[in-house]
Nanobody, 120 residues
Framework: QVQLVESGGGLVQAGGSLRLSCAAS????????MDWYRQAPGKQRELVAR???????TYADSVMGRFTISRDNAKNTVYLQMNSLKTGDTAVYLC??????????????WGRGTQVTVSS
């Protein structure tokens, strides 16, 4: 069974920084992409950043230049460095692992999320 566990959320003032981590555990052969999504109250879940196994990364326009996603394939872990945080970044941040290959097949998984609150 694959599990994703996020950490690193918290309360920070506007302009501050936080670093999120998401570790995938289990008998994993490979993971195609590891993503960070966020969901604010009353809003749809949105893709914040994506890290491909081959090193490619993509970002939402709203975080470009402020957030950096990185991935350690050996540890099946993805990170999100968030700088210059704004109150609009307040949300639950969720990790998503797409096309996770194990001995039982290929599936995708969500973490439970970690709260990020940015105060003015």
């Amino acid at each position: 069974q694959v599990q994703l566990v996020e950490s690193g959320g918290g309360l920070v003032q506007a302009g501050g920084s936080l670093r999120l981590s998401c570790a995938a555990s289990g008998s994993i052969f490979s993971i195609r992409t590891m993503d960070w999504y966020r969901q604010a109250p009353g809003k749809q879940r949105e893709l914040v950043a994506r890290a491909w196994r081959d090193g490619r990364v993509t970002y939402a326009d709203s975080v470009m230049g402020r957030f950096t996603i990185s991935r350690d394939n050996a540890k099946n872990t993805v990170y999100l460095q968030m700088n210059s945080l704004k109150t609009g970044d307040t949300a639950v941040y969720l990790c998503y692992a797409d096309r996770v290959a194990t001995s039982e097949g290929v599936s995708s998984y969500w973490g439970r999320g970690t709260q990020v609150t940015v105060s003015s």
